[in-house]
């Protein structure tokens, strides 16, 4: 399921969405009860919705990871679609947003064997230690 086919008041929402920002918790009361709720937006390729995050939910996710929302809920506030877990919903972190797939590229200064013609730095322990009697 994607963010395009999703609807107003439909259940059984099934999607994995990457998270771009989160607002700052809001702490309420409900029939006595403490709780937190807090606003981010979502995206996949096909757009972006709010997704709203309840309570432990809240401390789980970070912008820029990758979600997985099952059995979740879509309800409109004030004309705008939003996300949520519900009830009933699960949501679980499975990686990053920039996940493709493929290692991350790691960046040295370091030449490769190759750049270097196949000769390492010729470095002998006296001309180190020339180097620490030469006055700077």
């Known amino acids: 399921m994607q963010i395009k086919d999703l609807k107003p008041k439909q ?7 990457d998270v771009v920002d989160i607002g700052v918790p809001r702490e309420f009361q409900k029939f006595g009860k403490a709780g937190r709720v807090s606003t981010a937006i979502a995206k996949d390729e096909t757009g972006d919705i709010k997704l709203t995050l309840w309570n432990e939910d809240i401390d789980k996710v ?8 099952t059995n979740g809920y879509v309800n409109e506030w004030q004309g705008e679609m939003q996300l949520t877990t519900g009830r009933m919903g699960k949501l ?3 990686g990053k947003a920039d996940d493709s797939g ?6 040295s200064n370091i030449p490769k064997e190759s750049e270097s013609d196949g000769e390492g730095l010729n470095v002998e322990e006296e001309d180190i230690e020339d180097a620490d009697d030469e006055e700077i």
């Open 62 to 69: 970070k912008a820029g990871d990758k979600i997985h929302i």
């Open 11 to 17: 259940g059984n929402v099934d999607v994995i969405v």
């Open 92 to 94: 679980e972190v499975v």
């Open 102 to 107: 493929e290692p991350s590229k790691i960046y």
